[in-house]
């Protein structure tokens, strides 16, 4: 992904209104994040766990939803696996995340939801880059180019339920 400044993040939120886009926590060391390779960047916001954003490219530009992180069960024994990368992850790894739907609907209360890996950091998983534990990344044939595909497509079907 190629690095992205916060008034363009602030901009390409489409399920939430410019106030709450203008006043959401936006990590500050963007020019530190590893963009090459990161397929969508997402994260939570450090004031309200159970808030998070994301943010991918999608043509030219950019779209950003906003996230809203179940509460942890008080015991979650099993893995579970996240929807987008694929990752499974012990306790509380894999969250449900819910996103208001953008427009008429999204006001009218609407939502949709995935099971994502709760630090939204797929991209490194897949890579390698962090470690989510033993087992945690199947052994897979899809090279790593066809897996990026498969999480970004994955990502899109998600996108487009939260913009439907």
Known sequence: MKPVTESEIRASFVNCTKGE????AVPRDLAGKPWDDLDFFGWQDPASPERAYLVAREGDGLVGIALRRAAPSAVQ???TMCS????????????LMTARKAG????????VGAYMCTDLACSLYMRGKKDAGP???????????AQVERTIANLSGFLAKVRA
């Open 21 to 24: 886009a203008k006043r959401m």
């Open 77 to 79: 024994a099993r893995r």
């Open 84 to 95: 987008l990368c694929l990752t499974t992850h012990a306790g509380g790894g894999v969250a």
């Open 104 to 111: 008429k609907s999204g006001q009218n209360g609407n939502s």
């Open 135 to 145: 087992g945690a990344r199947l052994h897979e044939s899809l090279s790593l180019d």
